[in-house]
């Protein structure tokens, strides 16, 4: 830019002083742009300097004024990319979204990330543990650690963010301890008819595709009536969250539940389950999860079960405890659509798995549920 350009171009624009942070600022399209602190700063030399890099269509030289709304705006852009790319799915590009929002409740938006310190930080863990158990508790701090590391690596500020020694993971020993706090997490035979019992046509074929296909919650909520082929008996449906492939034999339980289901289903959506309002249960939650959860709780109720302890997600784990006795471990991990190891060879090498594989996993698992029965 010509020197004369410069200086009329300084002249014309003027900045603004956020007060809350103390720093220099321009909004421009709807957006708020952040520089240097008055103090640092006081005639905003550096500041307009900065904003004129940024309207050319640079990134600025510097970056101390980046905010922690900043921070999040780029970190979820970049996983815009790998989402639209196909590298994550939904689910994980939702979980990161709900981290920017914990990070904005518990350390303000507009607060400059040069400015945290590790006694934020310990605030924020206080803050996401009087929520959270355990595991969520990790999970969310290995996400907020994520994205203030992408903004230093991405450029966005001049050094990296000192997160203090208390912000960790709980330990091994702690979430062993949660764990076996909360008891018995599968069902057995015997609670699985129960649910049956108690549930009409939606439950019954949701629950039977958890226990004999490990499904999860958000893998009823958004299977398809068109990807079940009652013909056949099989089920060809990528995992939610994972997007494997899975090609998973129904039962012919499982088969005659879920055209008891058809037959009844109101049209209006592709989704094959649809509750008694109309609604798929796709739709999100005041938690931003999906209906599944809170749905399922009714069923339990009328089952004679705590609504507390157990959900729906602990028929997938009844799943994977009783297929496992089939001994084929690849195959349950096939229809349970788990991602393998990048370290485990065999998983590169292996193209598929035999139908008759298949077939024997949730052989094993009918036997489980239905000899006794048969039996009787």
């Avoid at 609670?191 to 009823?220: C, T, Y």
Wanted: proline content about 4%; hydrophobic content about 35%.
């Amino acid at each position: 830019m010509a020197k004369s350009t410069l200086a009329r171009a300084k002249r014309e624009v003027r900045l603004s002083v956020h007060k809350a942070s103390g720093l220099w600022c321009k909004v421009h399209k709807g957006k708020r742009h952040y520089f240097e602190r008055v103090e640092e700063d006081p005639q905003g030399t550096r500041s307009l300097d900065q904003w004129l890099e940024i309207k050319a269509g640079r990134r600025p030289r510097n970056t101390s004024g980046v905010t922690v709304k900043d921070a999040a705006e780029e970190w979820m852009q970049a996983k815009r990319s790998r989402l639209h790319a196909g590298e994550i799915v939904q689910d994980t590009y939702d979980e990161y979204f709900k981290a920017c929002d914990l990070i904005f409740k518990s350390l303000g938006k507009e607060t400059s990330v040069s400015e945290l310190e590790p006694a934020d930080f310990a605030k924020l863990r206080s803050d996401l543990a009087k929520r959270y158990g355990p595991v969520a508790l990790g999970k969310h701090i290995g996400q907020i650690k994520s994205l203030f590391r992408y903004s230093f690596d991405a450029g966005l500020i001049k050094s990296p963010v000192r997160f203090g020694p208390s912000f960790v993971k709980p330990s091994a020993k702690v979430i062993r301890k949660q764990r076996a706090k909360r008891g018995k997490q599968d069902f057995d035979a015997n609670e699985v008819h129960q649910l049956i019992a108690a549930s009409g046509p939606n439950w019954k074929a949701m629950i039977l595709l958890g226990v004999q296909a490990g499904f999860g919650n958000r893998d009823v909520a958004e299977l398809e009536v068109g990807l079940v082929d009652l013909k056949t008996g099989w089920l060809n449906y990528p995992r939610a969250k994972t997007g494997i492939e899975r090609r998973i034999p129904l039962w012919p339980e499982t088969v005659a539940a879920i055209q008891a289901v058809i037959e009844s289903h109101p049209g209006g959506t592709d989704r094959l389950f649809v509750g008694h309002r109309g609604r798929d249960f796709c739709t999100e939650n005041r938690t931003g999860g999906n209906r599944v959860t809170g749905a399922f709780k009714p069923v339990l109720k009328a089952a004679g079960f705590p609504e507390k302890g157990r959900g729906f997600y602990c028929l997938r784990r009844t799943f994977q405890t009783q297929a496992e006795e089939c001994g084929d471990l690849v195959a349950v991990r096939a229809i349970m659509g788990h991602s393998d190891s990048e370290s485990d060879m065999s998983a590169r090498y292996r193209q598929r798995v035999s139908d008759s594989r298949l077939q024997r996993t949730v052989e094993t698992v009918w036997e489980w549920l239905y000899a006794g029965e048969v039996q009787s």
